[in-house]
Nanobody, 127 residues
Framework: VQLQASGGGLVQPGGSLTLSCAASEDFLDYKTVGWFRRAPGKEREWVSFIKATDSSTYYTDSAKGRFTISRDRAKNTVYLRMNSLQPEDTAVYFC?????????????????????WGQGTQVTVSS
């Protein structure tokens, strides 16, 4: 099974992008999907996730109010809409899927929770 992350690109500060994470058939059903990013010279960090159980959404502090994660079950795709992008958002963005169920949401901030990963898509915010 492959996750396909796409939608990255070059955007000016203040601009927007929508990333997509697609998978075959109904693979993303009943899975929590997360977005992570790796900025130049930094470790990969969690950005957002949408839970399998109730589609509740969670964001890191830097993403709150600017990013929106959503799921289209018919298209078997999860999106990350990113608004008001800033140079510090420059990174390779990865989507990942987990079939683990936790009542404590912090587990979903840990990349070890996710068994399936997309290949990453580059987001560059620069004027």
């Amino acid at each position: 099974v492959q996750l396909q992350a796409s939608g990255g690109g070059l955007v000016q500060p203040g601009g927007s992008l929508t990333l997509s994470c697609a998978a075959s058939e109904d693979f993303l059903d009943y899975k929590t999907v997360g977005w992570f990013r790796r900025a130049p010279g930094k470790e990969r960090e969690w950005v957002s996730f949408i839970k399998a159980t109730d589609s509740s959404t969670y964001y890191t502090d830097s993403a709150k109010g600017r990013f929106t994660i959503s799921r289209d079950r018919a298209k078997n795709t999860v999106y990350l809409r990113m608004n008001s992008l800033q140079p510090e958002d420059t990174a390779v963005y990865f989507c990942a899927a987990s079939n683990s169920y936790y009542s404590v949401n912090t587990y979903y901030q840990d990349e070890k929770t996710y068994a399936w990963w997309g290949q990453g898509t580059q987001v560059t915010v620069s004027s």
